[in-house]
């Protein structure tokens, strides 16, 4: 494990300290299995990871250099390297990380890790083919991280994201008295299972406006975006198969509204440098 020795922000201690408690509660990890099945030729179209993947593999990523930011406990870093990709995956925290070097030997997957932060990488310019972006860009400062992708990834390299996601308006709504004070603290435990969500001080779901500055680094005419989540995780779960499915062909339905009313968004192009 490779560390790079940069300033970090007041931000990034935060998300180091509260993710070096999340490693401790979290020790159970280690010995999960990797769920291999989202490799396959199946399709899920109605759910976000299983499209993000089928749009990994229509993109032939083995043998190819691939870098993913905020790998966590390394569930994507090690399907990629089963995919056959070289994987270069970087954390903040170096205790998350132990798990994900652990997590990859006991799946035989190779993959190169790092402790740095997205807004100060230590890859050479134009080192990677492609970028994987699996619900990370809501802890960073999306500006200076996208930059560092421009830097590091070669001409024609691509960009795949799944992202929480909000529009601004609908943010407004979700901030009102009603829904923050009353609504939401009931719900909790049914949309995340837990009393505890997965939720850092200082994270929040991208916008449209951020969502904006992530596409100005693609091409334009190689930039799709794919909504997802309409009334699911804010009435019912995710776990309510056929609920999903219905829930995913309204919001599809709705055509560019339905970047309005979705509650994650998987983006996929290719970087605009020349």
């Given at each position: 494990?490779?560390?790079?020795?940069?300033?970090?922000?007041?931000?990034?201690?935060?998300?180091?300290?509260?993710?070096?408690?999340?490693?401790?509660?979290?020790?159970?990890?280690?010995?999960?299995?990797?769920?291999?099945?989202?490799?396959?030729?199946?399709?899920?179209?109605?759910?976000?990871?299983w499209?993000?993947?089928r749009?990994?593999?229509?993109?032939?990523?083995?043998?190819?250099?691939?870098m993913?930011?905020?790998?966590?406990?390394?569930e994507?870093a090690i399907?990629?390297?089963?995919?056959?990709?070289?994987?270069?995956?970087?954390?903040?925290?170096?205790?998350?990380?132990?798990?994900?070097?652990?997590?990859?030997?006991?799946?035989g997957?190779?993959?190169?890790?790092?402790?740095?932060?997205a807004?100060?990488?230590?890859?050479?310019?134009?080192f990677?083919?492609?970028?994987?972006?699996?619900?990370?860009?809501?802890?960073?400062?999306?500006?200076?991280?996208?930059?560092?992708?421009?830097?590091v990834?070669k001409?024609?390299?691509?960009?795949?994201g799944?992202?929480?996601y909000?529009?601004?308006?609908?943010?407004?709504?979700?901030?009102?008295?009603f829904?923050?004070?009353?609504?939401?603290?009931?719900?909790?435990?049914?949309i995340?299972?837990?009393?505890?969500?997965?939720?850092?001080v200082?994270?929040?779901?991208?916008?449209?406006?951020e969502?904006?500055?992530?596409?100005?680094?693609?091409?334009k005419?190689?930039?799709?975006?794919?909504?997802?989540?309409?009334?699911?995780?804010?009435?019912?779960?995710?776990?309510?198969?056929?609920?999903?499915?219905?829930?995913?062909?309204?919001?599809?339905?709705?055509g560019?509204?339905?970047?309005?009313?979705?509650?994650?968004?998987?983006?996929?192009?290719?970087?605009?440098?020349?």
């Open positions: 494990m490779s560390v790079r020795n940069v300033e970090s922000t007041d931000r990034q201690k935060r998300e180091i300290a509260y993710h070096r408690e999340h490693a401790e509660r979290h020790s159970e990890v280690r010995a999960r299995p990797i769920s291999a099945a989202i490799l396959s030729n199946q399709r899920r179209w109605w759910n976000a990871f499209e993000t993947y749009i990994l593999r229509r993109r032939d990523i083995a043998g190819k250099k691939i993913v930011p905020g790998c966590g406990f390394g994507d399907k990629l390297a089963l995919l056959g990709a070289d994987v270069y995956a970087f954390d903040l925290s170096a205790d998350i990380l132990a798990i994900a070097i652990e997590r990859a030997d006991r799946n997957a190779s993959i190169n890790v790092a402790v740095m932060p807004e100060a990488l230590a890859y050479d310019d134009n990677f083919d492609g970028v994987l972006f699996m619900d990370i860009l809501h802890h960073v400062d999306i500006p200076r991280a996208m930059k560092e992708v421009e830097r990834l001409p024609g390299g691509f960009i795949i799944n992202e929480l909000t529009h601004s308006r609908l943010q407004r709504v979700r901030n009102s008295g829904v923050a004070n009353f609504l939401y603290p009931r719900m909790v435990r049914s995340y299972g837990t009393e505890r969500p997965y939720i850092t200082d994270e929040h779901k991208i916008d449209e406006n969502l904006s500055i992530i596409c100005d680094h693609m091409r005419d190689k930039c799709s975006l794919l909504p997802f989540l309409f009334l699911c995780n804010r009435l019912f779960t995710e776990r309510h198969k056929i609920l999903v499915q219905l829930d995913h062909i309204l919001l599809r339905g709705l560019p509204l339905g970047r309005l009313f979705c509650g994650r968004i998987v983006f996929e192009g290719t970087i605009a440098k020349a």
